[in-house]
């Protein structure tokens, strides 16, 4: 992960955080589109084609980052966002399913069930209502991202 997700994130105070939901097209999945269309009263921006700057600016107002797509490892713009202090709601594919690779707490993990939908929607809104209070709960997930970059320092200068 950039430094500059880490320095951003440092700076961002809860109180400038707006109801929107950052997406990554990419990796968007039919579930998730019909999801987007079912809920037109919500902001939902995909996060393409930006600069390093541009993207820091759009996820320090998000309250959410959403990922519906496949999970081959961790990736990157969700452990991205987690450090700019949005809330994480994915699926549960691949890595994403195994508590090790993406270490958040399951209600905010999906399966891609049709009856989902309004769960998923409940779980927004109340990320929206409440934010400081379900933003608590991806402590752990910004504290192990931020300790991995530190054991990947580590591994590097026994490297060399």
């Known amino acids: 992960i950039n430094s500059e997700y880490v320095k951003a994130g440092k700076k961002i105070f809860l109180k400038n955080k707006k109801n929107i939901i950052c997406f990554n097209p990419r990796k968007s999945s039919a579930f998730f589109d019909r999801f987007v269309k079912l809920n037109p009263d919500i902001k939902f921006i995909p996060v393409i084609g930006y600069n390093l700057k541009q993207l820091i600016k759009i996820l320090s107002k998000s309250k959410i980052y959403m ?28 890595s994403a399913a195994f508590y090790k690779d993406v270490p958040i707490a399951e209600e905010f993990k999906f399966l891609e069930k049709r009856e989902n939908y309004e769960k998923i929607r409940e779980k927004i809104d109340r990320i929206f209502e409440s934010f400081p209070k379900e933003l608590e709960k991806f402590k752990f997930y910004r504290k192990f991202l931020l300790s991995q970059e530190k054991k990947y320092e580590k591994q590097i200068s026994k490297l060399f």
Do not use: M
Not at 74 to 89: H, S, W, Y
């Open 67 to 94: 990922d519906f797509g496949f999970h081959p490892g961790q990736d990157r713009l969700p452990r991205e966002a987690a450090l700019l202090k949005n809330c994480i709601i994915t699926n549960k594919e691949g």
